[in-house]
């Protein structure tokens, strides 16, 4: 059993910034991607970015690339999301999540792809 805890959520104005967290426990942290989604009032889930178990690889949606970063303390068994320029399009509710696969070589964009979900944190960008 994996158990995600997102947190760091809040009300920011247009072109300010948020960092995000997503806490993990009951599996080990390091040997796994991780990504992070989100969803938008009457919109479908979207992928947002992934990393791989070791930090070495990312993959960003176009949307918030240059914008966003995502990273990963292993040590500490948290994913982050430093989002940067937040622009009101950005307001949703953002997840992390875990693929099952120990030490995969590739990182999905499909939410399918990923077995474990936290709970969610809302951002809101105000214009």
């Known amino acids: 059993q994996v158990h995600l805890v997102e947190s760091g959520g809040g009300m920011v104005q247009a072109g300010g910034s948020l960092r995000l967290s997503c806490a993990a426990s009951g599996r080990t942290f390091g040997n796994y991607a991780m990504g992070w989604f989100r969803q938008a009032p009457g919109k479908e889930r979207e992928f947002v970015t992934a990393i791989n178990w070791s930090g070495a690889d990312t993959f960003y949606a176009d949307s918030v690339k240059g914008r966003f970063t995502i990273s990963r303390d292993n040590a500490k068994n948290t994913l982050y999301l430093q989002m940067n320029s937040l622009k009101p399009e950005d307001t949703a509710v953002y997840y992390c999540?875990?693929?099952?696969?120990?030490?995969?070589?590739?990182?999905?964009?499909?939410?399918?792809?990923?077995?474990?979900w936290g709970q969610g944190t809302q951002v809101t960008v105000s214009s």
């Open positions: 999540a875990v693929d099952p696969r120990r030490w995969a070589t590739t990182i999905y964009r499909e939410s399918s792809r990923y077995d474990y």
